[in-house]
């Protein structure tokens, strides 16, 4: 390797090594303080809460690698270019091009450890991280309750109140609770004023004690309409004092918080895991559409739709207005049963609907998941190609101007790709786009960059705007001096 090479490598690497381990360290102290309520005063070791953070780091490598390539870029070139030795490499004869190669090499090797990584380690980490954060969070279910929504933490009850106070956070304020126990909808209903929970340490219990409140609970299983539900039995009340204990044996104990529990997600998979996934999808998916078409198909009776032999054809018959052909009475016969038809058509659509919708988001997941890691790993050859001519453009190294122009570069590529990703699931476009969509935008921006840095153009060209203008008045004041 010649000497200038390993000099360049030298200079990219060194704020690389820096500009990494921060980005780092802010991504992760970002998600800690996202998630820093439902781990916090939880009694955990200093040993789990450090295993949480490791994972943690390494979900978000593949997410810093892109960030520190750009901004290292910047950095090393602006730094070349302000220290004049860009010039001086100019006069030698040594090319841009021939200057950022063992970068190109460089940032290529990137591009492949950060797909390894998205393909390997991701997935692993994901998977410890988020069952290491459920277990955590189930750890002290009191503490995960939070106010001013409705809390599924306790198995078969959902709870909500408005605030939590007193000096254990265990003193709620106007408490609303549905027993779902029963497996048949919200039909035990608790309110009260006040509230407080009592959780001790290895209890298979948490109780609760609700002051001032009232008492709803339907005794019916079930029921087909409004009118016999309103007859069937019912029992109500007011209490000063109600106390009631749920089972939180389910909920993790201090030897289970390595216990792996959600094992389904499209984020713990690989790519060669979810390329195999996505046609059982698209399948099951195609057979739930298909199977519904058939339904509304049969509620129709669009099987006995046929064409008549012109032999047989019926005369004088009314082809514009179809009903004028019949008497009064057929035709309400006709209108109401083309109403039933369409009526039920349509509570079919409606109920399925919503099952429909979700099957489509999951396997826009899965495709996204898919398309996303491949995009991603390229992401650091394209933001290469914008950072290494952006600098030899602005020609200013350290942390001030490269920071404030990778930073908008980054909200920029992140903001399209979120943007395509959430397009993406909810089906406005197709994943492929979706997860493609900031490099679209981002490598013509690349090319612009490095055509005008091997041109040694600044970054905009303002004499080629204001020249033309300049001449266009000129060109008015000469024919009047005339």
Same mark, same amino acid.
């Given at each position: ?169 265990? !003193? =709620? ?7 779902? #126990?029963?497996?048949?909808? @919200? *039909?035990?209903?608790?309110? $009260? &004023? ?93 057979? !739930? =559409? ?7 198909? #049969?509620?129709?009776?669009? @099987? *006995?739709?046929?064409?008549? $032999? &012109? ?93 404030? !122009? ?77």
């Amino acid at each position: 390797m010649k000497i200038l090479d390993k000099y360049i490598l030298k200079t990219f690497l060194v704020p690389f090594a820096a500009t990494f381990l921060i980005v780092l360290f802010v991504l992760v102290m970002q998600l800690l303080w996202q998630t820093f309520e439902s781990i916090a005063g939880k009694g955990i070791s200093v040993t789990f809460i450090l295993k949480f953070l490791y994972y943690t780091s390494l979900s978000i490598v593949p997410q810093a690698l892109p960030i520190a390539v750009l901004l290292s870029s910047i950095m090393a070139l602006g730094a070349l270019g302000e220290n004049y030795e860009f010039a001086a490499a100019k006069s030698a004869g040594i090319s841009l091009q021939r200057l950022v190669r063992p970068l190109i090499f460089l940032t290529l090797i990137l591009s492949g450890i950060n797909f390894i990584f998205l393909n390997n380690i991701f997935p692993y980490a994901i998977f410890k991280q988020q069952n290491l954060y459920y277990n955590i969070k189930k750890k002290k279910p009191a503490l995960a309750l939070v106010p001013g929504s409705f809390n599924s933490d306790l198995p078969n009850y959902q709870i909500k109140f408005d605030e939590k106070y007193g000096e254990e956070k265990n !003193l =709620l304020k106007n408490v609303l609770i549905y027993d779902l #126990s029963s497996r048949h909808g @919200n *039909q035990k209903v608790i309110t $009260a &004023d006040r509230g407080k929970i009592i959780s001790e340490e290895g209890s298979r219990y948490m109780t609760f004690i609700l002051y001032d409140g009232y008492y709803y609970e339907d005794h019916t299983k079930s029921t087909t309409s409004r009118s016999k539900k309103d007859k069937m039995p019912a029992s109500q009340a007011t209490f000063k004092e109600y106390e009631f204990n749920i089972d939180i044996s389910d909920i993790v104990g201090d030897g289970e918080l390595d216990q792996e529990r959600i094992k389904n997600n499209f984020k713990m998979l690989k790519l060669e895991q979810l390329n195999d996934t996505i046609p059982v999808l698209k399948n099951s998916y195609n057979e !739930l =559409l298909l199977s519904r078409t058939k339904s509304i198909s #049969s509620i129709a009776k669009s @099987n *006995q739709l046929y064409k008549y $032999a &012109d032999s047989i054809k019926a005369e004088n018959i009314d082809a514009t207005n179809i009903l004028a052909n019949f008497s009064l009475k057929d035709k309400i016969s006709i209108l109401n049963g083309s109403k039933l038809k369409i009526n039920s058509a349509v509570t079919n659509v409606k109920n399925n609907i919503k099952s429909i919708k979700w099957k489509r988001k999951t396997l826009n997941f899965f495709d996204s998941e898919y398309y996303g890691r491949i995009a991603l790993s390229l992401s650091c050859l394209i933001l290469f190609f914008i950072g290494a001519p952006l600098g030899s453009i602005i020609r200013k190294g350290g942390f001030g101007l490269p920071m404030i !122009l990778a930073i908008a570069i980054y909200v920029l590529y992140f903001f399209g790709n979120t943007m395509g990703k959430n397009l993406a699931e909810e089906s406005s476009i197709s994943s492929l786009l979706g997860s493609w969509i900031s490099a679209l935008f981002m490598i013509p921006l690349g090319i612009f960059l490095t055509r005008r840095a091997t041109k040694d153009k600044g970054l905009f060209n303002v004499d080629a705007i204001l020249n033309p203008i300049k001449n266009f008045f000129l060109k008015f004041k000469s024919k009047k001096d005339i």
